[in-house]
């Protein structure tokens, strides 16, 4: 047991922790005013920290693992992360408003949210495409395997109705192509291609129902009340909690459940009201700490696959941060991203702690190595 904890990269696994364990408290708080009476805990607070304890278990287990190993296993875990998105695909459900939306697959006894665990499966598979071209990566016929490897998991997500985890995927590509350092030229090439995509798809109303109302909703607010319902109670709860918040399981509007999915994408609005700027600012501290002690460790992996593999990772925790805030404070429409450990969501929880996992085997079998910035052959 001691074995499994020597040359751990404590402060990843320990800042990890702190985020989970103050997710847990505000998830508690939550979903505090729908308990039964006799009832100490929520369903789903107590799922929530069923996977916590699950996750750490398995991020130290995944660290005893050669991470070089992991990715030479690509073939096998990418065909298991399709096979599992074509199920979904077909057998998969979701919220009963939505018949179009089928993101998860029910096992009766709890269910899993399989974009999550494809997030994983694209860190291992990219990261090893990514090294493999390493030496030639700015040449169109290398561009364009990986343009098709990252559209992939993009299009997978979409036609489960998942378009939240879908730009997530689009946005982890871009950044690890950027920290693989491919010419910046395709990158303008690309964002000229995705604007007149993008146009061309909302002129023939391929973007359209819910999805095109929450964009427009978020320039005419007032015309939209109903869509806005969720991200404008938000911000109320958000601004009402001040400096120091209305005191824990306290909240007016938490506890009177007046922010919908507040377990989950509006995590945030729970900190806000009842800890106040403090303990919202607080949140995003914890990440951008966790953020970039991902990052560091690999600025000192052994070897480019491994600095590859903690980029994926870091690009993953940013990217959802970075969602999830925007859309708390409607900058961006309500996609149902969750803000990483701390919203509720096992399936969100358990398959960060297995990224985790691969960050710190980077760190135990690198630690004794060289440190490099980039890696060159």
């Known amino acids: 047991m001691a074995e499994a904890f020597k040359g751990l990269d404590f402060p990843v696994l320990i800042t990890a922790i702190v985020a989970s364990a103050y997710g847990l408290m505000l998830v508690y708080s939550a979903s505090y005013s729908s308990l039964a009476q006799g009832e100490t805990m929520s369903s789903t607070f107590k799922t929530m920290l069923i996977t916590v304890l699950l996750g750490i278990c398995a991020a130290v287990v995944i660290s005893m693992v050669d991470y070089q190993i992991i990715s030479k296993l690509w073939p096998i875990i990418a065909a298991a992360c399709i096979v599992l998105m074509i199920i979904t695909y077909f057998f998969g459900v979701g ?63 979409l036609i489960t109705g998942d ?3 879908a730009l997530i995927f689009l946005l982890m590509f871009i950044a690890m192509l950027f920290l693989a350092r491919v010419n910046i030229g395709y990158f303008i090439a690309g964002i000229c291609l995705i604007i007149v995509g ?15 109302q929450r964009i427009v909703a978020l320039f005419y607010p007032e015309s939209y009340a109903d869509i806005m319902y969720q991200q404008s109670n938000g911000k109320i709860a958000l601004g009402s909690g ?23 994408d509006m995590i945030l609005t729970v900190a806000g009201e009842e800890l106040g700027f403090v303990g919202a600012l607080a949140v995003i501290l914890v990440l951008g700490i966790l953020i970039a002690r991902v990052f560091s460790v690999g600025l000192r992996a052994r070897d480019n696959v491994g600095y590859l593999m903690c980029a994926g990772v870091f690009s993953m925790l940013f990217a959802q941060l970075l969602v999830n805030v925007g859309m708390e404070l409607s900058l961006l429409p309500c ?23 691969i960050v710190l085997s980077v760190y135990r079998y690198s630690k004794d190595q060289a440190k490099t910035l980039f890696y060159t052959k």
Do not use: C
Request: no cysteine; net charge neutral; charged share 10%.
């Open 95 to 157: 919220p009963s408003a939505r018949s179009d939306v089928k993101s998860w697959l029910d096992f009766g006894a709890f269910t899993i949210q399989t974009s999550e665990f494809l997030k994983v499966g694209f860190i291992i598979s990219f990261s090893y495409h990514l090294d493999l071209v390493k030496d030639h990566i700015n040449k169109i016929k290398t561009i364009i395997p990986l343009v098709i490897h990252g559209a992939v998991p993009t299009v997978l997500t």
């Open 163 to 165: 378009a939240g985890s």
């Open 198 to 212: 993008f146009v061309v798809a909302w002129q023939l109303g391929i973007i359209d129902g819910i999805q095109r």
């Open 242 to 264: 001040g400096l120091f918040g209305q005191g824990y399981l306290q909240g007016e509007m938490t506890q009177g459940g007046l922010v919908p999915e507040n377990v989950n």
């Open 335 to 357: 996609i149902g991203i969750t803000l990483p450990l701390f919203s509720a969501g096992g399936s969100s929880s358990l398959s960060i702690y297995l990224a985790l996992g």
